[in-house]
């Protein structure tokens, strides 16, 4: 290419019309050009989603005082058995302690 514009230089002919026959877009290369900016864009998007998503997770770990575990009390194992009387259906607890709600509901809830 560089050859090409040296040449045409050293001839007195217009480099212009070259350069720009020799990059013009077609039909095709404009559409695979909108593709993959869209592909660029969702990819970044998702990144920082993610990013978003998962920061509250993983800066309790890069904490310099860990803070202790502290087991669910009788008191709040009540309530939440008080709060579950009359419902059906499924129980999803998100927790991530030692399991004490949900296994005093399938003790306690037929």
Do not use: H, W
């Amino acid at each position: 290419m560089v050859l090409f514009a040296m040449e045409n230089i050293l001839n007195n002919t217009s480099t212009t019309n070259s350069v720009e026959s020799n990059f013009k877009m077609t039909e095709k290369s404009k559409s695979f050009s909108t593709f993959g900016t869209a592909l660029a864009c969702i990819t970044g998007g998702a990144a920082v989603l993610l990013t978003v998503i998962s920061a509250p997770f993983v800066s309790p770990a890069l904490r310099r005082i860990c803070l202790p575990y502290v087991p669910a009390t009788n008191a709040q194992v009540n309530n939440v058995l008080e709060a579950l009387v009359g419902r059906k259906g499924r129980l999803i607890d998100l927790g991530s302690g030692d399991g004490r709600i949900v296994s005093t509901v399938y003790i306690t809830i037929p």
